[in-house]
Every structure is written in C-alpha cells, then in structure tokens.
C-alpha cells in the first residue's frame, strides 16, 4: 500500500478466524455455469486471475470456465 | 502531504470495514464510511445507528473505532441526497443519477480537504458502478475475498437477501443477465433462507447448491466490471 497513498499501514494485527463452515463448499450448478460462460468474460477474468497469481487462490473458480 | 482521495470498493462481507479501518485510525485521513448507506437518509436513522453502534459492530464483527457516520452527521446535503436521489439497488449498472453520484462523492471530498484531510471512502456492500468511482482523481482499491467463504458469511449475516432484493429489482426492470438468473431462481424453485430449529433451511444439499450458484455470479459478475478498471486488486483470505 505504501506506493498507493501518501500514508501507510500495516497488517500485523490481522486475525485469522478458523471457521470450520467456511471449509464446506457448495458446487456451482452447471445451468449458472453455462449462463457464467455465456454472459461472461470468462477469458479476461481467467487472464487477469493468472496475471495477478491468483489461479491457485482461486483455484475452483479458475478451473470452472 | 497528498490529498488524493482513497477509495475501496468491497462486496459485502470482503473485509472492507476491517482495511476501512486500519485507514482510518490514521490521523490524516477523515473517513466516510458507506457514503450511500440508507441511514444516512434521515437524522433519525443515524441517531438509531449510533446509540446501537456497539451492537451492530459486534453483530458484523466488525473492528471499526470511530462510529460509522460520524463525518455525515447534521448535513442538509447528505441527507437530501440520501433520502431522495439514491437507487441502492441497482448492482454495478449505468444509472441515471451518475452525474448526481460523482457531485456527492465531490462535495465529501471537499469537506475533508477543507480540514486539510485525506478523503477516505468504503463504498457500500453492493458495488457501485466503478465508472463513477474511476471518473474521480483518486487511489481507488477493490477487494474481494474467496467465493465461498464470503457465502458463508453472507449468510450467517444477511441470509444473502440484499442480492434477492437487487435481483428482483434488477427482473422488474428487465436488466439483463439477471432476468436470466431469476428465471433460474423461479424455475428452481429456490426457497428465501430462514433458520428453524437453529439450522438453516435448506431442504437439502441441491437447495444449497442453488444458492451458492446464484451467489457466485454475482461475485463474478463484479469481479468482471470492477477488472475493466484500473484499480489496486486485493484479496482477502478467511
């Protein structure tokens, strides 16, 4: 952040919270897929994902399309 | 020093209250926290705000110091925008009072400029279109947080009814895609979420997977306008 603004901060003090529901993953229907697909761009959110590293975060999104 | 606004643009439940903060315990900055937020449409509403601010952060787990509205307070202006011009529902779409948005967003910056501050914006928990945030000299910020954890906490929170609620508007006006996801949501006959018997009703594993489904669209959907615009991309893990 600090080339971003004139003032900095930091994150030392940032918790995480081990919620075990957060680790139960619904699936994506295959109808919304397609719609996903459809109405999407699907390559520019792939290509901007992967510029930004963030296929491997992302991983189920990314694999999705 | 700089005065070039800081503005985060956040889904509901991404950890922009939690980064709003960290910004806004700085003593340059003079913060407005969720600039289009419906209390800030009468006094009274901010005074219901404020007297339950403990509780309402503790309900949204929220870390924030400084009392949400405290900058808007006793202000004809905001509150003359907030009760009449503001559509909260539209989800990222051109709108008509855009031009209305950019002058309200200016005349906050202009309040903290006059304090020799840096102005510092959450904007609400459903994005705004960013054409109206990028046509604004600042350092603009968009987080976003892994689908299924911001489901999860949408739920416990919300029951995801602010996006049934944008939905159904975005279907009266017929504003595609999303006709084409309420049909999804009619024909799959999918339930509002309540809790009975302390667990949520979901009938079963496929009613889940609905809700999930329509949910991640619209996460997509904002992750794909917010791209088209050149912000600082952050994302949080939980």
């Known amino acids: ?65 | 020093m700089s005065l070039k606004p800081i503005i985060i643009q956040n889904f509901f439940r991404s950890g922009g209250s939690y980064l709003y903060d960290l910004f806004n315990n700085k003593s340059e900055t003079l913060g407005f926290y969720e600039p289009f937020h419906e209390s800030l449409s009468s006094n009274e509403r901010i005074k219901v705000e404020k007297d339950n601010f403990d509780k309402f952060k503790n309900k949204l787990s929220h870390s924030n110091k400084e009392f949400y509205f405290e900058n808007f307070l006793n202000d004809e202006f905001i509150l003359k925008f907030n009760s009449e011009k503001f559509q909260r529902l539209i989800f990222l779409m051109k709108r008509n009072d855009s031009e209305d948005c950019k002058e309200y967003l200016e005349y906050l910056i202009s309040l903290a400029k006059k304090k020799n501050k840096i102005p510092l914006f959450k904007i609400n928990r459903l994005y705004l279109n960013p054409d109206i945030i990028n046509s604004i000299s600042s350092s603009k910020i968009f987080l976003y947080r892994d689908p299924v954890s911001t489901f999860w906490s949408n739920i416990k929170l919300n029951r995801l009814n602010p996006f049934y609620y944008s939905l159904d508007y975005h279907w009266k006006e017929k504003i595609e895609p999303f006709k084409e996801i309420y049909d999804f949501v009619l024909k799959n006959k999918i339930q509002k979420i309540e809790i009975i018997d302390n667990k949520y009703n979901f009938r079963n594993e496929e009613q889940l997977n609905f809700h999930y489904s329509v949910f991640v669209f619209f996460w997509l959907k904002g992750l794909e306008e917010n791209l088209k615009y050149n912000f600082f991309l952050s994302t949080t893990i939980i």
């Open chain 1, 1 to 65: 952040m600090n080339d971003l603004t004139s003032i900095s901060i930091n994150f030392t003090d940032f918790k995480i919270i081990d919620n075990p529901i957060y680790k139960m993953k619904p699936k994506i229907s295959d109808e919304i897929k397609n719609l996903i697909i459809k109405r999407l761009n699907t390559q520019k959110i792939k290509k901007e994902l992967k510029s930004r590293k963030f296929d491997e975060t992302f991983k189920e999104i990314y694999e999705l399309f």
